[in-house]
């Protein structure tokens, strides 16, 4: 099955530098690929996704840049702010008829210093 | 949260005990999801449905059944509770399944003493 790694498993920076959270994945059949923010005491909420056809999507400050032939993508926050803090995911569909299951990875804790 | 409610919301039990969660969604979206979160492992996925009655098995199905008897709520049952399923478990929906958004629930957080 699908296997997930995702990277670093927590990340420190000051108000207004960026981070980047990068994963990888085995199933080169994969080809959606969504983020998540999970604030503390809630349910994961979608902050961005990824397709197989895409390589690179923005949305204001979050971007996501996906290597299909490396199978790694990435979630890069620029001009992070202290609201940014929280447990971010990266998952990966099984690819063809998956009914949309989802292999997620372990998970980065950021914390963004005022 | 998409119209997705999960009952309880906490909850304590004994080994051995039988345990239901309810996932129960106002969208009425075909798919529906159970995870459990552990520190360390992320979102893994328990068993997941593909419309009413049609339900197969996820990454850790062990020691977990799910029903499905509306469209609107999808339930999962540890039928003897074990330590190791100490947890919080989350419902997820998905409108058509691959490829597209999943939203989830607040989470039921279940401690097997």
């Known amino acids: 099955g699908e296997n997930v790694e995702q990277h670093p498993s927590t990340l420190s920076v000051q108000e207004g530098d960026s981070a980047v959270i990068k994963c990888t994945y085995s199933?080169?059949?994969?080809?959606?690929f969504p983020w998540y923010k999970q604030e503390l005491g809630k349910g994961p909420q979608l902050i961005i996704d990824i397709r197989s056809n895409v390589g690179e999507k923005k949305d204001q400050r979050i971007a996501v840049t996906l290597n299909k032939t490396a199978k790694h993508f990435s979630l890069h926050i620029t001009e992070t702010q202290p609201e940014d803090s929280a447990v971010y995911f990266c998952a990966a569909d099984a690819g063809g008829t998956s009914y949309g299951k989802l292999t997620f990875g372990q998970g980065t804790i950021l914390t963004v210093h005022p | 949260d998409a119209g997705i409610t999960q009952s309880p919301r906490h909850k304590v039990t004994e080994t051995g005990t039988p345990v239901t969660l309810r996932c129960h969604q106002t969208?009425?979206?075909?798919?529906m999801y159970w995870y459990r979160q552990d520190p360390g492992h992320g979102l893994r996925l328990i068993h997941y449905s593909y419309g009413v009655k049609d339900t197969d098995k996820g990454e850790v199905s062990d020691g977990y059944s799910v029903s499905r008897s509306k469209t609107e709520d999808f339930l999962l049952t540890l039928e003897s509770a074990t330590s190791s399923q100490t947890s919080v478990y989350f419902c997820a929906i998905s409108e058509s399944g691959g490829g597209e958004t999943q939203y989830f629930g607040p989470g039921t957080r279940l401690l097997v003493l």
């Open positions: 969208e009425n979206h075909r798919y």
């Open positions: 199933d080169s059949a994969s080809n959606y």
